[in-house]
């Protein structure tokens, strides 16, 4: 029987003990029953290594709690293989036993202390037949041996068999991410082994993209690496993960990708930390990930982010802490983001302009419907980009000249993708070959995007730089008006201040009303000039903010006819936001051109 039949067996299994109810706990079940399994055949191994050192092994776990001294089937007096623990009492050597001890295992002995803590602090043993517990141990032992590895190499096919049970956490906004995505993201940010480069995903779920990063510092080494350079891809991986489950299962997949003490995956909210606590220890090389979007994070989560950056939407959070708290200057991240953040406003806008400013954005990649299947249908994109450094001279700085696009295209016969038709590696080839050197500032991109013999071009490059002086231009008058009307209305505001700041202690009633009256008239003659600051200031904004809209199309590709629904809404709620954009436009520009014959100088 091959993995994938075993992981359906068992949990035709768990369907008929009456303690586990759905999906989740069934996997909740296997998965920390697959972490003891898995954690015990790696024991095995640490044995023999410390054996041929002339070493002992020490196990973190008391004997009597190791999958060996419970679990494991042995053979009796005949050679057939039985449980150690009769049906009738392994349930209660489960909870009363088993459980207390893993969860109140000392974490100051050692890291794997920690490690096996942190993963059964919230686990559960939802079973309640023994007979039905024993059974799922049998289907274990006999099928699933992880120290056969091409069989560990299957164990990513497990793993996608059991997060399509995860369908459901779809619903707060996370998305397990395709291999194909995944590995694609890896080889692009290139973490280098030799540079000792450490790589981060602060919303790690399973490990989806750690075990890509993992895998691709594997391809790096050779025959003249030394020991150093296999012990130190441990070191250089960093995950953290909100979710018990997702971090079982992420634990779980560091043992089976050699990582022996997966310490750096943590089991916390990211987005909890306060801003405040981040310091430069915690910025890495390299950040890949996929944070979960659409999610919200509760009342209190990020109120001590910047006034400018607070928001509750997670994937708009991870976005503010990876520009400014988890990336080093240089350090390269891709994310995972949907079209609602290219063409968002608001804080969307302005973590964009953080993002343009403070990073080089050089490429998006702009996947079609489907590729999140069956958790969404909705579309993404992939964000690379390059910390700039600080420029510390006064002025606004943007890091980001040129943004170069690739629309990635269904394959040829393809309309979506689906559970049974993924997205494949190598549908990447393509975008791989375009990709260039940024250390040359992408210097092929440009051949290809001059070439006349490319029919068409799947890439184009946007002149952010041209665009954001131009609306600089256009929208500074506006700003330097309303800035000058502020003023004035401050002006005023402060001699009504001066006003009031004199009456204090005069007993004198027709003074304090002549004063009184006085103070009334400077404000009145102060607002409207803050409601005209405030009108030039949005007719500036209107025509810079939309250089920030990312979600922009292939100038090469021709127009589609298309009779999709959604696409069509898409379509008209856009064209009703800019016909609403034009008339504010040109609101704007009346009010603005007409605001002196309407201000108090020119009434008298």
Known sequence: MNLSSTIKSIQDIMRKDDGVDGDAQRLGQLTWMLFLKVFDQREREWEDDAKDQGKSYTSPLPDEFRWRNWAAYVPDQDGKKQPQIAPSEIISFVNNQLFPQLKEL?????????????????????????????????????????????????????????????????????????RAITTFMADRVNPRLDKRETVMDPACGTGGFLT???????KQITTKSSADDKRAIETLIHGIEKKQLPHLLC????????????????????????W???????????????????????????????????TRETADMFMALIIKKLLKENGRAAVVLPDG???????????????LRDCKLHTIIRLPKGVFAPYTTIKTNLLFFTKGATVDDGTE?????????????????????????????????????????????????EQYNDDPDIAD?????????????????????????????NNQAAALEGEAGDLRKSLVGTTDTAYREKIDAQIAELRAKAEPLRLQARDAQAAGDRLYWPIFNLDLKNPNAPEEETHDPDLLLEKYKKLLGEIEETENQLKSELAAALAHHFSPEAEA
């Not at 890509?212 to 594997?218: K, L, T």
């Not at 994070?297 to 990020?302: C, F, Q, S, Y």
């Open 457 to 485: 071009k799947k890439a184009w490059k946007v002149d952010f730089k041209s665009k954001r002086e131009q609306a600089e231009a256009a929208a500074q008058p506006h700003w330097q008006r309303a800035d000058e009307l």
């Open 106 to 178: 000392d974490a100051t002995h050692g890291e794997q202390q920690a490690v096996i803590r942190s993963v059964f602090e919230d686990a559960n043993n939802y079973m309640k037949s023994g007979t039905q517990l024993l059974a799922v141990i049998e289907k274990l032992e006999e099928a699933i041996h992880f120290d056969d590895f091409k069989e560990r190499a299957q164990l990513g096919d497990v793993y996608e068999q059991l997060l399509n049970d995860l369908r459901g956490a779809g619903n707060a906004g996370e998305f397990y991410t395709p």
């Open 341 to 355: 953040f290219l063409f968002g406003e608001g804080i969307k806008g302005a973590l964009k302009k953080l993002l």
């Open 397 to 445: 700085h943007f890091h980001t000249d040129t943004i170069w696009f690739y629309e990635h295209p269904y394959p040829t016969g393809y309309k979506s993708y689906s559970k049974t038709k993924p997205i494949r590696i190598e549908e990447f080839d393509p975008i791989k070959e375009w990709w260039g050197d940024e250390a040359d500032n992408f210097a092929k991109r």
């Open 251 to 274: 634990t779980t997949n560091m043992l089976l990708h050699g990582i022996d003490v997966p310490s750096q995956i943590k089991h916390r909210n990211t987005l909890g930390i306060g």
């Open 212 to 218: 890509a990063a993992i895998d691709h510092f594997r």
């Open 276 to 310: 405040n606590e981040w310091n430069a220890n915690d910025k890495v090389d390299c950040i890949i990930t996929n944070p979960p979007f659409g999610g919200y994070e509760d009342d209190g989560v990020g109120s001590d982010y910047p006034a400018d950056l607070r």
